[in-house]
């Protein structure tokens, strides 16, 4: 028995080479857009694994601080002064400063590391992997290393791994690691170190004792997060902030995004995948239905209307656009991997940003489209006489 | 009954200079059952006629009533939908080469939505039998003659069985016998109720028996009816 005749989808395949080549076209400008929100999420996804990945409610840091690599300090007597809040059940003190890494023990082969201290007797820095070497680094000029920093790093990294006793230059400073922890890089950040607070002002000695990068908060069970934050601001004088966890990992995304051009590179980068993608596909049904004028003409002297005819067009986009789609869904799949692997960014697909892109994919053929159906709502059927 | 009334039909293209004026105050009968064959001199204004009846053109002076509808000054959506009661036969068939010749034809039924079923596959085995292209259905238009071809374009035109055939030059493009061979299926038409109007430079149909209407370039004749009756004498003007 006859269905519909799926006019759209046969016009289409009927030049297997042209429609390849459409294929291809689209594919390429959707890899492009693939790849642009891939790494613009790699950026904020990455500035903000240590935010995510410690344990704390809330966070006290100076108004002047920009982002994680580039903190300013604040009096350590502020987080003695939260300590004693009701809701407040530990504090933990973090130092952090970028440090240089001479990884060929040469000036010129150097990259930045940021190094962490902490108070390795009374710290709540629940980072994967760090808590069992908290005792050992009491030791003088200790450290453990991320082991997913930069291939800069990795040699080090292998070595300790291999049960070798490695030391790292940290600017004037040759320190022991002692083992490694899972954290990752990020645009800012090519490495990081954790050491004791006294080994952190042994690599910048001239550091104050008294003044801090980071003031993690743990509140009680049950404590209102809003309510207790309220309070820490009445009870803090104003050389500091006091953000949730929601409220600090927005503000470096903020700052990566707004403050920083990468944010805005990546973004246009995305759009100007889809201008690429919008004028493939224009040139791509603009020719088809150049082509198929004349039956185009036909069909509207049959009696079919110009919505059909629109119809048939935005039908061939959407076809199109999910044609494109899929190789291109499957090849970013594989950047993906490559780029994490290159870069150790955390270039992961998720399911919304598939979604998102096959939307965009849709939208951008259905609007080329559009502009195509222009010239299908002009064919005059008196033509065909 | 009546398919086509033109009555005082004026048509002119617009123009930049001046109107250029096509018809002027055509006025021409075609009852079901009778075969109009339009013929004339290139200019004289056979097509453009065609194209009003067929609701492709709206004009604005006279009246031209098709299948009981009035088509000047008729409404887009009113001319649409009386191009579906109206089979088109064009002289580039214009099949898209992309379907199949079954699928060509379904065209033709697709648009009044009786396009699905069984009723719908017999309707595209009949005519394809009628028109001698039975075996063709699933080939494509692009693996048939010109001679098949002009008949799948006759098939998509009938499948829907319009009361009114509307073709221009049909034969154009064929031989002998396939030029025929169409004109017989129009006769078979007419003889079945539907009025069928054919515009042509054909000297095999102008010579044949069939009646058929002749007009001087630039224009007809004013108020002169024009109703050509199958078996009906020439009535050449």
Sequence with gaps: ??????????????????????????????????????????????????????????????????????????????????????????????????????????????????????????????????????????????????????????GSVAALLAGERVELQLNERRVSLLGTYALGTSFGIDGTVITSDLNFRRIFPGRPAGKIDLGLVRLNDGAEVLSAQQDLYELLPGDVIVLTREEYVAKEVAYWNSATPIGYVFSLGAIIGVIVGLIIVYQILFSDVQSHLPEYATLKAMGYSNGFLRGLVLREAIYLACLGFVPACGFALLLYDQAAQATQLPMEMTIARAVTVLAVTIAMCAASGLFAMRKVSRVDPAEVF | MRAVDVRDLDFSFPSRRQEQRVLERVTLHIDAGEVAVLTGPSGSGKSTLLTIIGGLRSAREGSVEVLGTQMVKARRRTLVQMRRRIGFVFQNHNLSPALSVAQNIQMGLQHSGNHRGKAAKQKIERIAERVGLADALGKSPEQLSGGQRQRAGIARALVNEPKLVLADEPTASLDKDNGAAVLRLFDELAEQGSAVVLVTHDKRISSSPTAFCRWRTGAWYPRRTCCCRMPAPRCAN
Excluded: C
């Excluded at chain 1, 999420?41 to 108004?63: C, M, Q, T, W």
């Excluded at chain 1, 982002?67 to 407040?88: C, I, K, M, N, W």
């Design chain 1, 1 to 154: 028995m006859p269905r519909s005749v799926p006019y759209a989808w046969r016009q289409l395949s009927h030049d297997r080479l042209k429609l390849f080549a459409a294929v291809l076209g689209i594919a390429f400008a959707v890899v492009l857009v693939f790849m642009q929100l891939g790494l613009r999420a790699a950026l904020f996804d990455s500035a903000v694994r240590f935010h995510k990945g410690i344990d704390y409610d809330l966070v006290l840091l100076s108004p002047r601080t920009n982002f994680l690599a580039r903190t300013r300090e604040f009096p350590r007597s502020r987080l003695y002064q939260v300590a004693g809040h009701a809701d407040v059940e530990d504090v933990t003190a973090l130092y952090a400063r970028s440090a240089t890494y001479y990884f060929d023990g040469t000036a010129d082969t150097h990259v930045t590391v940021l190094v962490f201290g902490i108070d390795p007797v009374s710290t709540n820095l629940q980072l994967a992997g760090v808590a069992p070497f908290l005792p050992a680094l009491r030791a003088p000029d200790t450290a453990i290393i991320d082991r997913y920093s930069r291939k800069e790093f990795r």
